[in-house]
């Protein structure tokens, strides 16, 4: 099975800080998302990757940027933290599912990591 | 606006069938539907998927309306580990993944 790590569960930061999170997926596999999750609003994508030095804005970039110098390396960085980035920051890369009977095509699915609870004070 | 409209919460009793509706009445013909489930304190699992007909995998079932404005994930025997927020997800030819804001499924024992 695709492993998907992210380095920090818990992160406590004071506004105005850099904060890098970083995750790394055991698979090679080209494509990486991070999103965030916060109640009320589910999860929102932020940017994503289809490759090396590959990035593509989501939903939600402003306040954020990424970087993916190597394939299994995917980094969210919030250059100057601000108390609205606190949230939980879900990284995830696609694994190909096969149909679940025979014949039946299969499909890219998210694989997630467990989570990063950012807080910024 | 919302890809999916799913209860905020359900309930059922432990070893009893849950029916898991939810809405999808802008899908298109390529839009594939995924359900994922989270666990306390965990991201997000991939349970099941489906385009047209109704499937079954060793987690659940999935059953499609004709129309397929809607849909239903089905768990046929509920345990205390079934408890989770489920997500009904729309994924578009691009790849890109609708989440809504789920349903939390209390199992009662």
């Known amino acids: 099975d695709v492993k998907v790590t992210q380095s920090s569960r818990y992160l406590v930061k004071r506004t105005g800080e850099k904060v890098f999170l970083e995750c790394v997926q055991d698979?090679?596999?080209?494509?990486m998302f991070w999103y965030r999750q916060d109640p009320g609003l589910g999860l929102r994508l932020i940017y994503f990757s289809y490759d090396v030095k590959m990035k593509e804005k989501g939903d939600i970039p402003e306040g954020y940027s990424v970087s993916r110098e190597k394939k299994e390396r995917f980094s969210l960085i919030l250059e100057s933290a601000s108390t609205n980035q606190t949230s939980m920051y879900l990284c995830?890369?696609?694994?190909?599912?096969?149909?679940?009977?025979?014949?039946?095509?299969?499909?890219?699915?998210?694989?997630f990591g467990a989570g990063s609870r950012l807080t910024v004070l | 606006d919302a890809k999916t409209t799913q209860p905020n919460s359900m309930e059922s009793n432990e070893e009893e069938p849950v029916h898991l509706p939810c809405n999808h009445s802008t899908i298109s013909g390529t839009d594939y539907i995924h359900w994922y489930r989270q666990l306390p304190s965990q991201g997000p699992e991939y349970v099941i998927h489906g385009l047209t007909s109704n499937v079954n995998n060793r987690m659940a079932s999935l059953a499609i309306a004709e129309d397929r404005k809607s849909s239903t994930l089905i768990l046929h025997r509920a345990t205390l580990r079934d408890a989770a927020v489920y997500y009904c997800?729309?994924?578009?030819?691009?790849?890109?993944?609708?989440f809504g804001t789920g349903t939390s499924l209390t199992v009662i024992p």
């Open positions: 698979m090679d596999h080209e494509n």
């Open positions: 997800i729309l994924r578009d030819p691009g790849n890109q993944f609708y």
């Open positions: 995830a890369t696609f694994t190909w599912k096969a149909g679940p009977e025979e014949g039946r095509s299969g499909a890219n699915v998210l694989t």
